[in-house]
């Protein structure tokens, strides 16, 4: 069963710190790396996503590092805030004619002042 | 656009009863994704349309559980009879092609 792979479960950060959440895959044929981001009573948005043929993707305070011989990628939030507290979800999706995401199972992020 | 509508937000019944959950897409979007959300499994694809006809049925949990897309702007999840462990949030989302999945806001079921 195809399947992905997410640490930590939940994460404590002081404001101004770093947020990095770690996740792991084994089939080779996921070619997009999604990350999502859902506050309470909400429904997952798309925070930043990557396909393999990079090995970093930053938009603002946001980043994915992926090494694709290790089969991870994770999510980098810098100067993490108290509106950043939220859970995160990476997911991964294979190729062409793919709709199917297969998601981790998710790590709350909580940033304290 | 609103986004994606689900309704109701908070369904709580009775183990046995028929529960129907209803989604409204993003005008415009050719696909539409039914998924449940729960603190063991996570969020789990159970169904995906495509221009309204059903193309991957193979996450849905039992034959209790169906779904239909009769227009391009409605979908049904439907679970009869309900039992207390499909207690959990169901998340519609819908998409343009392979494009970004837009959530709505889910539905909490509590079956009792």
């Known amino acids: 069963q195809q399947q992905v792979k997410q640490s930590p479960q939940s994460l404590i950060v002081q404001k101004g710190g770093i947020s990095i959440i770690n996740c792991a895959y084994e089939?080779?044929?996921?070619?997009?790396f999604p990350w999502y981001q859902q506050f309470p009573g909400k429904g997952p948005a798309l925070l930043i996503a990557?396909?393999?043929?990079?090995s970093e993707k930053k938009e603002g305070r946001f980043t994915i590092s992926f090494n694709k011989s290790a089969k991870q990628f994770s999510l980098h939030i810098m100067d993490s805030q108290p509106g950043d507290s939220a859970t995160y979800f990476c997911?991964?999706?294979?190729?062409?004619?793919?709709?199917?995401?297969?998601f981790g199972k998710g790590t709350k992020l909580s940033v304290i002042p | 656009d609103a986004g994606v509508i689900q309704s109701p937000r908070h369904e709580v019944t009775e183990m046995g009863q028929e529960v129907t959950l209803r989604c409204k897409p993003i005008?415009?979007?050719?696909?539409l994704f039914w998924y449940r959300q729960t603190m063991m499994r996570g969020l789990e694809l159970l169904i995906y349309?495509?221009?309204?006809?059903?193309?991957?049925d193979s996450g849905m949990p039992e034959d209790r559980f169906s779904a239909k897309m009769p227009n391009a702007s409605f979908s049904t999840l439907k679970i009869q009879p309900s039992e207390p462990r499909d207690s959990a949030v169901y998340f519609c989302?819908?998409?343009?092609?392979?494009?970004?999945?837009?959530f709505g806001a889910g539905t909490r079921l509590s079956v009792l």
């Open positions: 989302a819908s998409s343009l092609g392979q494009n970004i999945q837009y």
């Open positions: 089939n080779t044929a996921f070619d997009y």
């Open positions: 997911a991964a999706r294979t190729g062409a004619g793919s709709y199917q995401l297969t």
């Open positions: 349309f495509n221009n309204n006809v059903p193309i991957d």
């Open positions: 990557i396909r393999p043929d990079v």
């Open positions: 005008s415009g979007h050719d696909y």
